[in-house]
Nanobody, 114 residues
Framework: QVQFVESGGGLVQPGGSLRLSCAASGSRFDIWTMAWYRESPDKRELLATIRADRTTTYADSVKGRFTISRDNVKKQVYLQMHSLKPEDTAVYYC?????????WGQGTQVTVSS
């Protein structure tokens, strides 16, 4: 069974930075398209994806501020976040694209507040 474990969240001031990490299990990680989502009380948002060839896509809300990357040897996906805003406050999840949300990990809380 594929599992995802997110880490790296926390409390940060507006304008600050955080780097989220996600450890994935599974033997074919290197060919998966991976994604970062976030969920707040009123919405779920797809933030970024990275394909096996490392092609990336970003939501307009984070473009230019967030960077997704991957390490296939370590089976890890990262989300580097800069210029954080209060509206970035949410629980952040990583997953393999197409995975039902019921199979996601616990997520990591990011709170942007002064």
């Amino acid at each position: 069974q594929v599992q995802f474990v997110e880490s790296g969240g926390g409390l940060v001031q507006p304008g600050g930075s955080l780097r989220l990490s996600c450890a994935a299990s599974g033997s074919r990680f290197d060919i998966w398209t991976m994604a970062w989502y976030r969920e707040s009380p009123d919405k779920r948002e797809l933030l970024a994806t990275i394909r096996a060839d490392r092609t990336t896509t970003y939501a307009d809300s984070v473009k230019g501020r967030f960077t997704i990357s991957r390490d296939n040897v370590k089976k890890q996906v990262y989300l580097q976040m800069h210029s954080l805003k209060p509206e970035d406050t949410a629980v952040y999840y990583c997953t393999k694209m197409g995975t039902a949300s019921e199979a996601w990990g616990q997520g990591t809380q990011v709170t942007v507040s002064s």
